[in-house]
Nanobody, 125 residues
Framework: QVQLVESGGGLVQAGGSLRLSCAASGRTFSRYAMGWFRQAPGKEREFVAAMVWSSGNTYYADAGKGRFTISRDNAKNTVYLQMNSLKPEDTAVYYC??????????????????WGQGTQVTVSS
């Protein structure tokens, strides 16, 4: 069984930064992509950022372009989401996700097979 565990969320003032971490453990899986999604109260879960594992290519939703950076540490089996210049509208639960194969777009939540439990990010104005 694959486990994805997020950490690093918290309360931050607008303009501040946070770095989220997603540690993978358990059964090794052939990784096509790792992604970050978020879900605000009353809203659908939405794409934030993703990395295609083999190429290292990264993709971002418009809301995070220029402010968010996805990266990885292979030795630690961990994916990160660095979030800078945070805004109150970034407030959400952030989820890490892993995809075994390229069944769809990396921005589509249905592409992903594994999900973490989520970490709360709250940005105060």
């Amino acid at each position: 069984q694959v486990q994805l565990v997020e950490s690093g969320g918290g309360l931050v003032q607008a303009g501040g930064s946070l770095r989220l971490s997603c540690a993978a453990s358990g059964r090794t899986f052939s990784r096509y992509a790792m992604g970050w999604f978020r879900q605000a109260p009353g809203k659908e879960r939405e794409f934030v950022a993703a990395m295609v594992w083999s190429s290292g290519n990264t993709y971002y939703a418009d809301a995070g372009k220029g402010r968010f950076t996805i990266s990885r540490d292979n030795a630690k089996n961990t994916v990160y989401l660095q979030m800078n210049s945070l805004k109150p509208e970034d407030t959400a639960v952030y989820y890490c996700a892993g995809a075994r194969s390229s069944t769809g777009s990396v921005s589509y939540k249905g592409t992903y097979n594994y999900w973490g439990q989520g970490t709360q990010v709250t940005v105060s104005s």
